[in-house]
């Protein structure tokens, strides 16, 4: 439920949609942003807005402003090993 602008009651969005970013974000998640269009039918103020957001990858779904975030996670985060790249310097100056 959205509450209105002008007196506070709460609504429904007559018709919704999606919008969703072309780019992931730092941890390699997906927005898709549900927008709504909503009439009060109590004062007949008109307006646009956000209905909710979800974030969706690898690691889970995410829905924006929910208290169980941890719950909708399919995984856990898992640290990546990284590849481990040693140079001796000595080396480098024998070859010249």
Known sequence: MVKCPK???DVQPEKTWQL???LPDSEGRITITIM????????????????SK???????VE????SSKKALKDKE???????IIEVDLSDLDSIE
């Open 20 to 22: 969703i970013s072309p």
């Open 36 to 51: 709504g269009s909503f009439h009060c039918v109590n004062c007949g103020f008109r307006w646009r807005g956000v209905v």
């Open 77 to 83: 985060k898992k640290e990546r090993p990284g590849q």
């Open 54 to 60: 979800v974030k969706a990858g690898d690691s889970g």
């Open 63 to 66: 829905v924006e402003g929910s």
């Open 7 to 9: 007196c506070g009651s």
